[in-house]
């Protein structure tokens, strides 16, 4: 394997034996080397692997502006989680892993903390990646010097969802991504409420979305409509109403679907109850 551009002293763009291109991660592998000098193999700790000349420049761009502390912390984790466990992780989880800690511990730093609404969820529906994200909180904590919330265990197991081969685990960013698309609309409709994010008003609704876009992404949505029951509500409710017709543009203009008349009824009743229960 041969050199192509040294990234840092630990990254280089090289050249694998078919001649592909190659991402290669190393204590001191670019050190005094220079283009085209054959790679000390012996100090490799990681290979990536773009899938295109786009992709490559993306991955130096992460790779190159990502502490090298986080993706040593990263690689070294997610390598001893392979070991330990019965999961397969594609290695798309190093860089994304790597980014998103980069992020966290900077906000962290500035005093800025982000709640995971789907925290409760992610504790029933994915407990072994859980169980991993309480880990790996923990050890981070302590080898960065943070003391980082219990919602961050929720992200680190998305990360772990996401990154696994398996059929069907891979929908825990595209349904968190959703139900914080459709929280926006409602905290910018209501935006002089504050709202009580530990209610159970607001878990059930944040529960409710969250089940719509597990449904929605698995094309399961079949409902009864009733729609004398849908008039009243929305008669009822105006104001409500109106925030739920601003999350049905969305939907179809995003995702081309068309909220049913019963889910724009649950919509409409879950904001009633989480507005009257939040403070001006």
Not at 15 to 27: L, T
Not at 47 to 64: A, D
Request: net charge negative; proline share 1%.
């Amino acid at each position: 394997m041969k050199i192509r551009k040294i990234l840092n002293n630990n990254l280089v763009l090289a050249s694998d034996v078919q001649g592909n291109e190659i991402i290669v991660k190393g204590r001191g592998i670019g050190f005094n080397k220079k283009r085209w000098d054959l790679l000390d193999e012996s100090v490799i700790e990681k290979i990536f692997t773009p899938e295109n000349s786009k992709n490559s420049k993306e991955l130096q761009s992460y790779l190159t502006s990502i502490p090298e502390d986080y993706l040593d912390f990263v690689q070294e984790y997610v390598d001893d989680i392979k070991n330990s466990y019965d999961i397969k992780l594609n290695n798309s989880i190093y860089i994304s892993l790597s980014d998103h800690l980069t992020g966290t511990i900077k906000r962290f730093n500035e005093g800025i903390s982000i709640n995971n609404l789907l925290l409760l969820d992610i504790k029933q529906l994915y407990k072994l990646e859980y169980k991993i994200g309480l880990d790996m909180l923990e050890k981070l904590n302590a080898k960065f010097n943070v003391n980082l919330p219990l919602d961050e265990a929720g992200f680190i197991a998305l990360h772990f969802v996401n990154a696994q081969d398996s059929e069907g685990k891979n929908d825990g960013f595209k349904i968190s991504h959703i139900v914080n698309e459709i929280m926006e609309i409602v905290k910018r409709y209501y935006d002089s409420i504050v709202f009580d994010e530990e209610s159970l008003y607001y878990q059930r609704f944040i529960t409710h979305l969250k089940y719509f876009a597990q449904r929605f992404l698995h094309k399961e949505l079949n409902y009864k409509e009733d729609t004398k029951l849908f008039e009243i509500i929305r008669n009822q409710y105006k104001e409500a109403y109106g925030c739920v017709k601003l999350i049905y543009l969305m939907m179809d203009d995003k995702y081309n679907y068309k909220l049913t008349e019963e889910e724009m009824l649950y919509l409409t009743m879950h904001i009633q109850s989480i507005t009257e229960k939040s403070t001006l």
